[in-house]
């Protein structure tokens, strides 16, 4: 158990529809990571935040959007959903922004129908 | 952007016979981290390599950080099915970690 939880671990939804995923880092943990992983690919970094801010920006659609909250967790809002957004989205933390191992969560499967 | 190049993409191996992984920089890298995907599992990190030319073990797996600290290796000698996955570095840049493509490993049957 990494300590990272991420909810829900399964998400079927429609074309057009719009989610939100849910991350809680490790305690004490301040950075936030989300990534990407399309069937048997490799990793896409969407985003970081760090304690509160966002730090980092990798290849994020406009349709999506992320915060990180007080509390540190943090949420991944994806609209207008497509068939090609179904993939396995991470969530991971780590204790700072550098030179630091990064933990990750179980993920959610996305699928849109 | 920093990139980092991982190769191969897949190795078919033999129970018992040997696994290796290389990752590639174009600049000097200040440390370079490896994780473990099992099989419909997320990544977990191995280790990370911080300084030129430093080997660094765990049972079976060798890892090796370059001189130049522009290369880096894993390297598993005699495969269990239990090795089996996709083994992945990373690098830390601009505050965020970029991965490399990932190598699986895949025992023949």
């Known amino acids: 158990d990494s300590g990272v939880t991420q909810t829900p671990k399964h998400l079927i939804t429609a074309t057009g529809q719009r989610v939100t995923l849910r991350c809680s880092p490790r305690?004490?943990?301040?950075?936030v990571y989300w990534y990407q992983q399309s069937l048997d690919q490799g990793l896409q970094f969407l985003i970081q935040?760090?304690?509160?801010?966002?730090?980092a920006k990798g290849n994020i659609l406009e349709r999506f959007s992320a915060q990180q909250f007080p509390d540190l967790h943090s949420e991944l809002n994806l609209s207008s959903l497509e068939l090609g957004d179904s993939a396995l989205y991470f969530c991971?933390?780590?204790?700072?922004?550098?030179?630091?191992?990064?933990?990750f969560g179980q993920g959610t499967r996305l699928t849109v129908v | 952007g920093q990139q980092v190049m991982q190769i191969p993409q897949y190795q078919h191996v033999q129970e018992g016979e040997d696994f290796t992984t290389y990752c590639n920089s174009s600049?000097?890298?200040?440390?370079i981290q490896w994780y473990k995907q099992r099989p419909g599992g997320h990544p977990v990190f191995l280790i990370q390599?911080?300084?030129s030319g430093e080997v660094k073990k765990q049972k079976r797996l060798t890892f090796q950080f370059g001189e130049a600290k522009k290369n880096s290796s894993l390297h598993i000698t005699a495969t269990q099915t239990t090795d089996v996955g996709t083994y992945f570095c990373?690098?830390?840049?601009?505050?965020?970690?970029?991965w490399g493509a990932g190598t699986k490993l895949i025992i023949k049957p």
């Open positions: 935040y760090y304690n509160g801010e966002e730090r």
């Open positions: 991971a933390s780590s204790p700072g922004t550098l030179n630091t191992e990064a933990f």
């Open positions: 305690s004490g943990d301040l950075s």
């Open positions: 600049t000097t890298l200040s440390n």
């Open positions: 990373a690098v830390n840049s601009n505050y965020q970690l970029i």
């Open positions: 390599l911080v300084k």
